[in-house]
């Protein structure tokens, strides 16, 4: 998601909740790549987190926004290390 887009986060939230209320995403991990963290107008991941309400979402369901640059590239494999592992985590526990 575009972190510096702050005028489109309510619609990205409509539509992250409305993906991820559909009975086959219900309990999937959730990765949000808050791109663009060079832009001074920025959010950080924290802050798009709390935007996107993420820490309302049941203990049970992960979630991980991390900043990245996709120009560049930072970022992307820490977000994809956390799937991995939460995937990984989730599925020795069943």
Do not use: F
């Not at 887009?5 to 995403?25: G, N």
């Not at 309990?27 to 791109?35: C, E």
């Not at 992960?62 to 120009?71: K, L, M, N, S």
């Amino acid at each position: 998601m575009d972190s510096s887009d702050r005028e489109r986060v309510a619609e990205a939230k409509e539509e992250l909740w409305s993906v991820m209320s559909s009975e086959p995403l219900k309990d999937v991990p959730v990765l949000i790549y808050a791109n663009k963290q060079d832009l001074s107008k920025a959010m950080a991941p924290g802050k798009l987190a709390a935007e996107l309400d993420l820490p309302s979402l049941p203990a049970s369901r992960p979630w991980h926004v991390q900043g990245c640059q996709a120009v560049t590239g930072d970022g992307l494999y820490e977000g994809l290390d956390w799937l991995s592992a939460t995937l990984k985590s989730r599925k020795m526990h069943r």
